[in-house]
């Protein structure tokens, strides 16, 4: 299983940014997949999730109502809307896919979002 996230860049606080990840090696549309973030200096945090349906989805308290998660089965392809960007969203964005036992096992290579005040 390999996860391929791109999308990252630099913005300026307020603009928005669309992240993708392929998935490949196999067929994840019965895995959540989701998003995570890693900020200079702090641990790995949860940013959303969504359901293998797509019908359902789940963001940390930070980010709702500006970051939205949605996904393609038939591209393997999950992705991640931001919008209204702040200084504090900067971090290493991280997508990952869940086991059926619930563990996060798989993980993208990272992709940096940078945002400037």
């Known amino acids: 299983v390999q996860l391929q996230a791109s999308g990252g860049g630099l913005v300026q606080a307020g603009d928005s940014l669309r992240l993708s990840c392929a998935a490949s090696?196999?067929?994840?549309?019965?895995?959540?997949l989701g998003w995570f973030r890693q900020a200079p200096g702090k641990e790995r945090e949860f940013v959303c999730r969504?359901?293998?349906?797509?019908?359902?989805?789940y963001c940390t308290d930070s980010v709702k109502g500006r970051f939205t998660i949605s996904r393609d089965n038939a591209k393997n392809t999950v992705y991640l809307q931001m919008n209204s960007l702040k200084s504090e969203d900067t971090a290493v964005y991280y997508c990952a896919l869940q086991r059926q036992s619930g563990s996060w096992a798989y993980w993208g290579q990272g992709t940096q979002v940078t945002v400037s005040s």
């Open positions: 090696g196999g067929t994840f549309s019965r895995n959540y």
């Open positions: 969504i359901t293998p349906s797509g019908g359902s989805t």
